[in-house]
């Protein structure tokens, strides 16, 4: 495997710093609980502080506003993100369509990568079909017709809907079966005539929703990309490696209360963490938590550097942040006792949002697998 | 970079002097020379390969010239690693004197000890072993008793260690010797150079259950050590200790001194062909996973150290606890994957028929040496965590 480690760069160092800064005014009391509740805050607003700071636009060239850094600064972003448990478009924006509309011919898209940049546009996907997570299952279909494409077919947006205020969405070209037929990735606005949500709440507080294509009528340049299912798959990889650098944030948050909990929790007339038993299970976290924070490093750079095994490197890393934050999140709760059940403690923010990132775009057991079969066994 | 004139003269060099047999991955964990007074080669090669880089003054490059080594900055040094893993090149001495004994010498050692003691080392003319754990001090080390009393210009020693590799075959001894019973415990001890050949030791190897006798018993009955041969300041042993400490355990992770590991995925699809059990495929999955996870931790902490950046806390723990854990579930995997057939053997068949079981056996000792996997964990939550 050619992949070579490095360290943080100058550049990078300062955007983390930035990200982490800026996020740490929006804790789940001030942010994912709110909005949960229907109240006073929107991803919106938060969005426009957020792009103003140059965080939606950190890949974009400095020409057209952006920052000019990759994917690993990006990632951490995701990462601070996460610390907060911020539910955001992030991922489907700066991480999936700015992969989408970089990789094409300059200046094509530049009105689209203005708008991300702006904080204008905010993407979701529409990518599965099925509420597990299954990249070749597509059955949605997209017929030419004249200038235009007719859009039908059922797809599921499992999280960060929020305030999109577009969709990317993954169709067959033509009607082709897809095995044999091209495989066309979408962009179009939400208020879209013909796109039907049906709104879902997500576990974490976040919205999602069913969509129903019916007959959703576009023009020839909403069709992004088309191809063998190259770029669509491409395109996973890089939401899954975002996915893990906000796994990553949410699971030091867990990390972090939990050991603060116990240094100053007293029971039996001594600190809980005077308890070599509870010691070496927080122990053996860390140590879970490093290779984890490695695995997230190691998905970023092989994004940015187009390792030839990205893939696998992707998978490696969901499958193992997948299996090692949910048990974080496990432990975190199981070693707060309690209080951890109470609605009014803010731990479960991080928990639930575990939970639904692990299974976007795949949980560890369907990267596990994935790892097997890339692998050749 | 590639036409660095360093480089391009490496490459030369190694081009005559590296025998082609030692550009051949190792065959099993330790398979090169480890040196000394009475040197033991497997072959011709091994030797000539020793001699050629001792000569260079790059078995230990980045030592100063005067201590035997090259003086090669880190710049230097890196390009001569990288220039012997482009041609598969087997580490020419392996060895705690070299690992962990010369690194603290350079920190801790006068100029007498440094001269006296680093040149043999890097040249591979004496081999060293450790002696730290005692009958009655495993996890507990600090409470350890052999003692070292000063008298006149030498201590004396009475008392017994265990668990020291290859003490049978080594010339000299770093050790861990109490010089001071009324002090608190661990300013009490003192680290101290002993010639193993010296009156009153002696070396009793202990058989394992893999049917191996690396480690020995070393029993000392008034035995004298030179007081010049106490490293750092009387009582100042617990940290030189875990200094070098951390110089092992850190070689234990990274495992520098074993085959190179198979190929990614070899397990999954040989146990495919064996019996296409889903189950046990899974298994394995899990192991490849974290193996690549480790290995990107490795090279993380590498490329930080590299950077001049601080090591994460209590890192060489992690590193060290996870690639024990890591490396017992590798070898147990192989043993479930080839069931039965891995754990017999026709009667008076050769060693190599009970490799498989062997190396599971031995793996166990990963765990348990250079500090517990409970140890490791002590050591995290308190230095990393505060706890």
Known sequence: MALKMRCLSDDETLVQQAAFDFCKAFPPSAFARPLRDGSKVSIAGFWCDFSSLGFAGVRLDPSKGGTGLGHVAAGQIAEALGRQAIPSPFIATTGIACDLLMGKPPTLYDHHLRAINDGNMRLALAFDERGRHAHNVIETQAHCHGDSWVL?????????????????????????????????IFLIPVDQPGVILSRRENLDGSLGADISLDGATVSQDALISSDDGAALSGLLDVGRAYLCAELLGLAEACFIQTVSFLKQREQFGAKLSSFQALQHRCAQLYADLQLARSAVLAA?????????????????????????????????????????????????????????????????????????????? | MSHDPFRLQVRAWLETYCPQPMRQPMTEEFGAAWGGRNPEFSCDSERGWLLNMA????????????????????????????????????????????????????????????????????????????????????????????????????????????????ADKSDWMFLLART???????????????????????????????????????????????????????????????????????????????????????????????????????????????????????????????????????????????????????????????????????VGSPASDRALAKDFLRARSSAIAGGTNEIQLNIIAKHALGM
């Open chain 2, 55 to 166: 000569q260079k003054g790059w078995i230990a490059p980045q030592w100063p010239v005067a201590f035997g080594g090259a003086g090669l900055s880190r710049e230097e040094a890196d390009i001569l690693q990288q220039e012997l893993d482009a041609i598969g090149a087997r580490p020419p001495l392996i060895g705690s004197g070299l690992w962990m004994l010369g690194p603290v010498l350079l920190e801790y050692g006068t100029e007498d000890q440094k001269r006296r003691h680093l040149p043999p080392i890097a040249r591979g003319e004496v081999r060293w072993a450790q002696g730290y754990s005692e009958p009655n001090a495993g996890s507990d080390l600090a409470s350890l008793k052999l003692r070292a009393d000063l008298v006149g210009d030498a201590y004396v020693l009475n008392g017994s260690k265990i668990w020291s590799s290859y």
């Open chain 2, 180 to 346: 001071d019973f009324n002090a608190p415990q661990h300013q009490g001890i003192s680290f101290l150079l002993v010639d193993l050949t010296a009156p009153g030791i002696t070396r009793r190897p202990i058989k394992l259950i893999d049917g191996t006798h690396d480690f020995c018993e070393v029993f000392f009955d008034n035995v004298r050590a030179q007081a010049d041969d106490l490293v750092g300041l009387p009582g100042q042993g617990w940290t030189i200790a875990k200094k070098l400490m951390d110089y092992e355990r850190l070689m234990i992770g990274a495992a520098s001194f074993a085959p190179p590991p198979a190929q990614p995925g070899a397990l999954g699809r040989s146990a495919k062909g064996i019996d296409d059990n889903a189950m046990l495929r899974a298994q394995i999955a899990q192991y490849d996973i974290d193996a690549f996870t480790l290995d990107w931790t490795n090279q993380r902490i590498r490329a930080e150290m590299e950077a001049g950046l601080p090591l994460v806390p209590a890192m060489a723990s992690v590193t060290k606890l996870m690639g024990a854990v890591l490396e017992i579930e590798g070898k147990e995997l192989v043993l479930k994957a080839h069931g039965s057939d891995a754990l017999s053997w026709p």
């Open chain 1, 152 to 184: 039908s077919g059922q797809k599921r947006v499992a999280m960060q809907l929020g305030d999109a205020t577009h969709l990317l969405v993954s169709a067959l070209l033509d009607g082709l079966p897809a095995d044999t037929g091209k495989i066309g």
């Open chain 1, 300 to 377: 970023l750079l092989a994004l940015e550097s187009q390792a030839p095994d990205t893939p696998l490197i992707v998978s490696v890393a969901k499958a193992k942040l997948g299996k090692v934050t949910k048990q974080i999140a496990h432990e975190a709760m199981q070693l707060h006792g309690g209080i951890s059940m109470t609605d009014a403690f803010d731990l479960h923010f991080f928990t639930k949002r575990i939970w639904v990132c692990d299974a976007a775009l795949g949980d560890d057991t369907y990267h596990s697998r994935r790892v097997a079969e890339l692998l050749g066994y």
